[in-house]
């Protein structure tokens, strides 16, 4: 089985994964296709329901390297949205009705143009989600008024809490990671942000440390509840509990650990038709820092822009041919299917 480079994973090692995941050795050849799974379902080809969510990667430079990001961020990474390609998803967001615009990275504040983009889509009057990686807040003097920022445009915070103890969380995101996310979510509890009656959302994510799936996101929500408060008086939301996809850094994890055969497998063996209904790809779509199109992140870490003869910039952005589209699929994506199914909001059924 071929290795990938454990550095940040340049484009051209895309097809290196594509090629771990439909090939790996003999147990994993002879895994089902997804799309075996879906044609199964009378789900092949898999279409849009409609589009609701412009997901916007505004650049991979982020400042921290967690273990499990299927993004490969980090601060060497230098690909950054520019102002331009902003103005077409504005332009874009303008003239159709969709109602959610998700911006995501990297560190999507450490983008120049971050805090324009939010201005310019809050005027447009849309909903905002930012995901925070909450160390930003107080990784440098700039970034501590990004509460106070977030409430005056009522953006939703979406943040990675792997556990409610430093061991786990540093382990998975660096050392020290654990106290700073502490300081970020005081300093957001203290805008009004999670707590009751303010309407300021603050929703954090738990994604597993190895290759096992998420425990129940109920559960495991009402244990982060409990904990959080009662050692730091820290409130939020919801929990989002999301399966790692075998992609970039955690495929590399797997490859490494010895643990990818097992994985593929459990990922194959959970899947869940329910989920397969209501996968995120059927609601959204993903747009890179340069302005291309893909049905997921997941999708367009793996360079699967949007294909079958239809734009896949954001320039050429159709809103009634990328209704009809045909979703590209691979073997990534059961990890969206597996169990009680993942996406960037946590479960599906």
Not at 4 to 21: G, R, T, Y
Not at 93 to 108: F, K, W, Y
Not at 212 to 236: A, C, T, V
Request: aromatic share 8%.
């Amino acid at each position: 089985m071929k290795s990938l480079q454990a550095s940040h994973n340049p484009l051209s090692n895309s097809f290196i994964q594509l090629e771990v995941l439909n090939t790996g050795d003999e147990t994993i050849s002879s895994l089902p296709k997804f799309s075996e799974k879906l044609r199964a379902l009378g789900l092949f080809p898999l279409k849009p329901l409609n589009i609701n969510t412009l997901q916007i990667n505004v650049g991979k430079m982020c400042n921290q390297t967690c273990k499990h990001c299927h993004v490969d961020a980090g601060p060497d990474r230098k690909e950054i949205m520019t102002r331009e390609t902003m103005q077409q998803c504005l332009d874009i967001l303008a003239s159709t009705s969709i109602q959610t615009v998700d911006l995501t990275g990297g560190a999507p504040e450490m983008n120049p143009d971050f805090r324009w983009f939010v201005e310019e889509i809050s005027k447009l009057g849309r909903k905002i989600i930012v995901r925070c990686n909450l160390t930003i807040i107080v990784a440098n003097k700039k970034y501590n008024d990004l509460p106070e920022f977030f409430k005056t445009h009522r953006v939703e915070v979406i943040s990675s809490l792997p556990y409610y103890s430093s061991h786990k969380t540093d382990a998975q995101r660096g050392e020290g990671v654990f106290n700073d996310s502490l300081k970020a979510l005081q300093l957001l509890n203290a805008a009004g942000y999670g707590v009751e009656g303010s309407g300021l959302i603050l929703n954090l994510v738990y994604n597993p440390s190895g290759a096992f799936l998420p425990p129940p996101q109920g559960s495991l929500e009402s244990d982060f509840k409990r904990e959080l408060k009662l050692r730091f008086n820290i409130f939020f939301n919801e929990l989002f509990a999301i399966t790692n996809l075998p992609v970039s850094r955690f495929l590399d994890y797997l490859m490494v650990s010895g643990n990818y055969d097992g994985y593929m497998e459990k990922l194959v063996n959970s899947f869940n038709p329910e989920a397969a209904q209501n996968v995120m790809c059927r609601s959204m779509i993903s747009i890179g820092w340069d302005g291309y199109l893909y049905d997921c992140d997941f999708n367009q870490m793996l360079d699967l822009k949007i294909n079958h003869g239809l734009p896949d910039h954001i320039k050429n952005f159709n809103t009634e041919q990328l209704n009809q589209r045909e979703i590209v699929i691979n073997q990534h994506c059961y990890g969206c299917t597996a169990g009680a199914g993942s996406s960037c909001g946590g479960e599906i059924v």
